[in-house]
Structure formats: structure tokens, C-alpha cells
Nanobody, 117 residues
Framework: QLVESGGGLVQAGGPLRLSCAAS????????MGWFRQAPGKESEFVAR????????YYAESVKGRFTISRDNAKNTVVLQMNSLNPEDTAVYYC????????????WGKGTLVTVSS
């Protein structure tokens, strides 16, 4: 029900924009966000945006470089990534919190971001 797009190969210092659209049977969205998993590492939180109010939260490692935004009408969330570095290389997953508080119950299949040095 969550479909990511926008991954690819980018040079260090460059930007990349990821999008995630909720599709299929409608569900109540309370928040959407991004997680990532680098090769050989555990999954980590990247960013979150609350659907009502628009509050945003970021991992320390991406603050000031990444921006998350939403389009409520289109059930879409965007992650604008700037000043990318090789440590940002990972599979990025879109996720959503539905009716269960603080539970990331909905996940996309992921999109690969590779940052070359």
C-alpha cells in the first residue's frame, strides 16, 4: 500500500528526492516517515511527519540536510535529501502509522539510494 520512488545513484554532495504514495484500500494515516537500512547494518529511523499538524522529526545524522514534507490530499510524503554523503547509502523504506498509536504498521518495499564518493 506504500510505494516509494526516486532512488538511484548520486555523487557525494548532490541531492536526491524520494517520494512515497499510499495506494490501494484507504486507511487512516496519522504519520508517515522514512527508515533506512545500510548494508550490514540495522534499520534506522530517518524522518517523520505527523499528518495532522505537520510536526517533523529527524535523526541527528540527517538534520539540516534532509527535509520531509507531505501532501495530505494525495496521501504522499516526500523526502528531500541534500548534501548526500556515502554514509547515506542504504535502502530507504517509507512507513506509515495508522490507527495503532506509534506503530509503524504500513511499509513500502524500499528504494535503493547509492551515494558515490
Amino acid at each position: 500500500q506504500l510505494v516509494e520512488s526516486g532512488g538511484g545513484l548520486v555523487q557525494a554532495g548532490g541531492p536526491l528526492r524520494l517520494s512515497c504514495a499510499a495506494s490501494g484500500p484507504p486507511f487512516s494515516i496519522n504519520a508517515m516517515g522514512w527508515f533506512r537500512q545500510a548494508p550490514g547494518k540495522e534499520s534506522e529511523f530517518v524522518a517523520r511527519i505527523n499528518w495532522f499538524g505537520g510536526s517533523t522529526y529527524y535523526a541527528e545524522s540527517v538534520k539540516g540536510r534532509f527535509t520531509i514534507s507531505r501532501d495530505n490530499a494525495k496521501n504522499t510524503v516526500v523526502l528531500q535529501m541534500n548534501s548526500l554523503n556515502p554514509e547515506d547509502t542504504a535502502v530507504y523504506y517509507c512507513a506509515a502509522i495508522g490507527n495503532r498509536p506509534q506503530r509503524w504498521d504500513y511499509w513500502g518495499k524500499g528504494t535503493l539510494v547509492t551515494v558515490s564518493s
